[in-house]
């Protein structure tokens, strides 16, 4: 096995802006993940760390460089995101269960994983509606949902923010069991204390992966007793760097016209979605989507009655008022063909298509039969 049969997520020459009048996010950062392990990112607030989430789950393209991911379909990723997207007028089951359903498992599957998770994540009140948890109670059942069909990457963003202790170190104690059985978890922490249980640390600052390594390989290296010391001695190597690199650049000009040339050379025009979905629809989610918005209208009768009578009472009205057949209906014909004594010399057996009759005589006796009532004809132009 090479080693890029072993990396799980590897993030090459990584640039990302939010728009072009905005400062880069990323900055050529690279990065590398192997297979079954837990690799923790810790930086700063606002130092990029979703942004990468984002770019690596393919919800954002990056402006420059390359992502490989070791999987090639959406179903094979778990993503936690850090703003919780739970319906509020859901219960956790009801939750659990729109959710397996999308990710294409049987109800039977989804009954047996929900009851192990509702353990190991202490959801004891199934029967609650999400809009009425906790904050912490919110992100269990994200991480739940994240969990529910046993992904082959996770992608988790401060899953244990807000989380009680004893349950994040039981959270923690999973990881390490589905990391042990093939699982490659890539987790965003603000705890550097819980990120030395996993086996590789990635410091990210500014946009800039400042060192990635396993824990104890950190603190040997840097000699530190902690992991908040290493990540502080590096910050400010960073910082030095920067105000040195600034005080040696030979001006403002000079680095504007850097950054044109990093632009035109360096990043590609168009960079690739990591995880391209070339499936525009599935039998799964459409079940999903049928099943959510009928338990959403089982909980809103009110809505329900409205939307289904109000189209009705105007299909009613509608017809009632002018949906009739016209009956005795007064048209006045202008026909320059025939006159009208001709045609009502014209007995109705005698006329039909296949006759040498004149076709307007044929539509006339047509227009009697529709109960319109004729009250006149005329040669109009013929008189002219
Ligand atoms: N959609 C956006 N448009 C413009 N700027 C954005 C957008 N999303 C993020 N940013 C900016 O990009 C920078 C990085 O944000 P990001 O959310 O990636 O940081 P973070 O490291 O995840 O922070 P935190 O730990 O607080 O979640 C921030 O300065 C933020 O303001």
Known sequence: ????????????????????????????????????????????????????????????????????????????????????????????????????????????????????????????????????????????????????????????????????????????????????????????????????KSHMIGLMRKGILLEESPPKVLLEKYNMKSLEDVFLLLSSKQQHDRIEQRRKSIGVEAHRKQSVLLEKFELPRKCKRSLQSKEYFRGSRMKAQIWKHLLWMKGNPGVMAFMTLVPMLCILFFNWAVGHIPDQMPLGVVNQEASLSYCDSRTPQRINCTSSDYFSCIYLEKLREQSIRLVGMTRYLTHL
């Open 1 to 196: 096995m090479d080693l890029k049969d072993k990396c799980a997520i590897r993030v090459e020459n990584a640039y990302k802006r939010h728009s072009s009048k905005l400062p880069y996010v990323l900055d050529k950062l690279c990065m590398t993940v192997q297979k079954s392990t837990i690799y923790s990112l810790l930086g700063a607030s606002g130092c990029g760390k979703t942004t990468l989430l984002s770019c690596i789950t393919g919800q954002n393209v990056l402006n420059g460089g390359n992502i490989h991911l070791s999987i090639t379909s959406k179903k094979q990723l778990g993503f936690m995101p850090q703003q919780i997207s739970l319906y509020p007028e859901f219960t956790i089951d009801e939750m659990i269960c729109y959710y397996g359903l999308i990710y294409g498992m049987s109800l039977q599957q989804i009954k047996e994983k929900a009851e192990y998770l509702q353990a190991l994540l202490h959801l004891n009140h199934f029967k609650r509606k999400c809009g009425s948890l906790s904050g912490g109670q919110q992100r269990r059942v994200s991480l739940a949902i994240t969990l529910l069909h046993d992904p082959e990457l996770l992608i988790l963003d401060e899953p244990t923010s807000g989380i009680d202790p004893v349950i994040a170190e039981e959270i923690w104690n999973h990881l390490l069991y589905l990391a042990e059985s093939g699982r490659t978890i890539l987790i965003t922490t603000h705890y550097i204390d819980e990120a030395k």
